[in-house]
Structures are given as C-alpha cells and as structure tokens.
C-alpha cells in the first residue's frame, strides 16, 4: 500500500498507477478553493456536533485543527503529500493529523456534496467580485458620458455614418448592455446560492444530519431539494460562465470600437500612454493591445462556456469524475474577466476624446438627409414623398449639381428653413424623444441610468 488511496483503500491492494494520479488529481487547479472547503468543514462538523455525532470536545478540536490548516495553507506553510488527490483529501488529512478526531470530520459526507458546496461558495464570491469591477465600468462610463457635455459623433449602422448622436449617448450604449450583464449576474447567483451539503455521494444519510443547519451556517439562501440533483447539478457554473461570456462580448465590441477609434483613419481618441504598447520594430507605433485582448478574450470564454456544457451533456445522474473538468473553465472565465474589466476601465478613464475629429466627421450635410425628410413630414408631406425628394437632392448633389445645401435652399419643397438644419451641430440636436440620441434627451437618461445603478 502506498501513501495513496488513504482515503478509500479499504478494498483496494496495490497503490494507484502515476498515470491515474496525474490524470485524477485535482489538488494543483482546486486547492484556491480552500477556504471554500475548510468553511464547509467548520459548518458541517458544527452541525455534527449539533444533532450528537460528534462531541463537543471533538468539534472543538476539529475545529481548531481547521483554523490551523487554513492558516497553513494561506501562508504557504502547509505541507501537501503525494496521496493528496484534491483539496478536500488534503484538508482532512491535514485535520486529522493535528487532531484525531479528525477521523470522524467526513461522516455523514462525501465529496460530491463537499464539492458541490464549496464551488457554489466559491462562484458565490467571484461573481460579486465581478458584478462589483462591471459596476466600476458603468461609473467610469457614466463620468465620461457627464463630461462629454454636448459632443457629438456620427451614429453608425453597416460602420457607415448615418446620423450624429451624442458622444454621452454613445457612451451610455455600453453601459447599458453592462446593465443586463449586472442583471444576469445577479440572477445567477440567485440559483448558486444553494448548499448541496447534506446530500451524501447521492443519496442523503441514514445518520440524523440537518442540511437546513448547515446551509444557514454557510449563509446559503436555500438548500438541496434532492439529493441526487444537488451532486450532478453544474447548472450553475453554467449559467454564471453563460453570463461572463456575453459579458465578454460586451466587452469585446467596445475594445472593437477602441480599435477602430484610436486609428488614424479614425482619430476620435488619444490613449494613455499608460495604456498603449508600442511595436518593437516600428517606432511610431501607439497600439491598443488591451483592447485588442478584450476583443480576443471572448473568444476563450466562449470556449469555456461550450466546453462545460459539451462536458456535461453527456452524463447519467447522479456525479460523475467528468464533473472535475468544472473548475478549470470557471476558474479561468473569473480571472479573465477580471483581469480584462481591469485594464478597461483605467483604459477608457484615462482616454482622451478627440471631440473636435469626432464633430468634423458628424457635420457632413449628408447625415442631417433624415432630418429633412422629417422636416418634411412635420409640413405635412408623406414620409415616402419626403423620402423621394431628399433622395434626390442627395444625388443632385452627389452629381455635382450643386452642394446638398445649395440645392436644399433652392427647392420648393425645402427653402432656408430646411438648409438650416445642415448646418454642422443642428442635426444631433433634433432626436429629442425618449432614449434619443439628442444631447437634451440624453440629460434624463443619464438620470435613469444613474438610478439602475443604484437600483
Ligand atoms: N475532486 C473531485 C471534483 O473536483 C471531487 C471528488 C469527488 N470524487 C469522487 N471520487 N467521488 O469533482
């Protein structure tokens, strides 16, 4: 018998092979859960204690055993051992050598239960962490949309102009897809926030253990309804990297708009040194790899999010060691995504917008074509009319027949008053309605953005 197996080697002779050990493991990606484990511990051996499993004294000793390994563990002290298999073996081996009642820490439990838990705690933080750095976004997004005051920049659709909109509307875009992220993540976390602790390999226990006790030690809002659905149920990590993958779209398609607005092509922003890389061979280089790497992120997020659910699709109830392959995917997504909220935020706070560039590009007379058929309309004209007769100046004037407000002025239908709203500035300002691109109407969104965020 080697020191392996400790755990089960009741009916088993030989040791593990070192094939098995490498591919079994678990310990190198799931031992930063092991916090999650020990709170599980002190909650479940309470509980013992509790319904007259363990004695009083016993629970004390494991308890104080705990605290022990957990400091040990977080100040790299702690010594893991070959037959360490995960972090859950590591924990109770580390009890149990510091206290021998440790011997009893597990009754009632398996680690499918103990798993399921200590995940779901786990993810149960990370997602705060995560809601709170999409949060910061928003604000920054916010203080940049309220310092933005009236500038303006053509609205695009098919990345051609179409008609200007305020820079603070723009802005606000984003935030409010952030807004859904938030929403998600929160509704997430209403189905995390369940313990499976109790429920056994499978089936519950025949020893009078009290779920409800321990799910309220830990601070769950639920606990399991059935045993078999608490340990093969990863609906949860699901649903959470379901939630961080359109998150990284998000994000994605504003690292996109960074890109293209820190070209020269472009030139609506300047970014921080700070936050720019330059090429190695090409001196006057300025690149915006952050943004580059927001927009590639996604795509292992994606990843992530498909490779759990190609994982899980497949299972009989009730757990199965498949299930391992949980962690790393989730793992990864939250460090992702944190890291990548990170470096946008201080990119976009520490971006200048080129305001000036941006309003040159908004006041061409072609971008204000919707608003002279609206001028049209507001007369009396039918829209398709109204349509037909702009249309046409527009390719007069393409034609070289005259300036579009040349041509504007002189026509019938139109006259001064219309070639007025070519003027450069004039055309933002006319898309005053509810949730408009006008900077008038983005005056009380900027209010109902604000009370979603403190809402
Ligand atoms: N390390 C496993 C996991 O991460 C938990 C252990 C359950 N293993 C078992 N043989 N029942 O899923």
Same mark, same amino acid.
């Given at each position: 018998m080697t020191e392996r197996g400790q755990l089960w080697h009741g009916r088993f002779e030989g040791? @593990?092979?070192?094939?098995?050990? !490498?591919?079994?493991?678990?310990?190198?990606?799931?031992?930063?859960?092991?916090?999650?484990? +020990?709170?599980?511990?002190?909650?479940?051996? /309470?509980?013992?204690? *509790?319904v007259g499993l363990l004695t009083d004294l016993e629970r004390d000793e494991i308890?104080?055993?705990?605290?022990?390994?957990?400091? *040990?563990?977080?100040?790299?002290?702690?010594?893991?051992?070959v037959s360490d298999e995960d972090i859950h073996t590591a924990v109770e081996r580390g009890?149990?050598? +510091?206290?021998?009642?440790?011997?009893?820490?597990? /009754?009632?439990?398996?680690?499918?239960?103990?798993?399921?838990?200590?995940?779901?705690?786990? /993810?149960?933080? =990370?997602?705060a962490e995560i809601r709170d750095l999409v949060v910061r976004l928003q604000r920054t997004l916010l203080a940049k949309a309220e310092a933005a005051g009236d500038a303006y920049l053509p609205g695009y659709t098919h990345l051609q102009q179409a008609q200007p909109v305020a820079l603070a509307h723009h802005l606000l875009a984003h935030g409010w897809a952030l807004?859904?992220?938030? &929403?998600?993540?929160?509704?997430? *976390?209403?189905?995390?926030?369940?313990?499976?602790?109790?429920?056994?390999?499978?089936?519950?226990?025949?020893?009078?253990?009290?779920?409800?006790?321990?799910?309220?030690?830990?601070?769950?809002?639920k606990v399991f309804d059935n045993s078999l659905d608490a340990v093969s149920d990863r609906d949860f990590v699901a649903e959470v990297l379901f939630a961080l993958s359109l998150l990284g779209v998000h994000i994605s398609r504003m690292g996109e708009e960074l890109i293209l607005w820190a070209s020269t092509e472009f030139g609506f922003v300047e970014l921080d040194d700070a936050f720019s890389t330059g090429s190695s061979m090409m001196p006057q280089k300025k690149n915006p790899d952050i943004a580059e790497l927001a927009r590639g992120k996604a795509g292992r997020l994606i990843g992530n999010l498909t490779g759990l659910?190609?994982?899980?699709?497949?299972? @009989?109830?009730?757990?199965?060691?498949?299930?391992?392959?949980?962690?790393?995917?989730?793992?990864?997504? +939250?460090? /992702?995504?944190?890291?990548?909220? +990170? !470096?946008?935020?201080?990119?976009?706070?520490?971006?200048?917008?080129?305001?000036?560039?941006?309003?040159?590009?908004?006041?061409?007379?072609y971008a204000a074509a919707t608003d002279l058929a609206e001028w049209l309309v507001a007369g009396g004209m039918p829209f398709r009319s109204a349509h037909?007769?702009?249309?046409?100046?527009?390719?007069?004037?393409?034609?070289?027949?005259?300036?579009?407000? &040349?041509?504007?002025?002189?026509? @019938?239908?139109?006259? =001064?008053? *219309?070639?007025?709203?070519?003027?450069?500035?004039?055309?933002?300002t006319r898309r005053t309605t509810r949730g408009g691109g006008s900077p008038a109407a983005v005056v009380a969104q900027i209010e109902r953005f604000k009370a979603a965020l403190d809402g």
């Open positions: 040791g @593990p092979s070192e094939a098995l050990q !490498a591919l079994n493991d678990s310990l190198p990606f799931d031992r930063r859960m092991f916090r999650e484990d +020990i709170a599980g511990s002190r909650a479940h051996v /309470t509980m013992l204690a *509790a308890l104080a055993a705990l605290d022990q390994v957990e400091t *040990a563990i977080a100040d790299g002290s702690f010594e893991f051992a009890v149990t050598e +510091i206290a021998p009642a440790g011997a009893k820490m597990h /009754t009632g439990r398996s680690r499918n239960d103990q798993v399921a838990t200590d995940l779901r705690l786990w /993810t149960r933080s =990370a997602v807004q859904r992220d938030v &929403e998600r993540l929160d509704d997430a *976390a209403v189905r995390v926030d369940v313990s499976a602790l109790g429920a056994g390999a499978l089936a519950g226990s025949s020893l009078p253990l009290d779920p409800e006790m321990t799910a309220a030690e830990l601070g769950f809002a659910l190609a994982t899980m699709k497949g299972l @009989p109830l009730t757990y199965n060691k498949d299930m391992q392959e949980d962690k790393e995917p989730l793992f990864d997504a +939250i460090d /992702t995504v944190r890291l990548t909220l +990170i !470096a946008l935020d201080g990119m976009i706070e520490s971006t200048t917008f080129r305001t000036d560039a941006m309003a040159a590009q908004a006041s061409s007379p037909a007769v702009v249309g046409e100046q527009v390719r007069n004037a393409l034609a070289g027949e005259g300036s579009l407000p &040349e041509l504007v002025a002189a026509h @019938p239908d139109l006259g =001064a008053e *219309a070639a007025a709203l070519l003027e450069p500035g004039v055309s933002v």
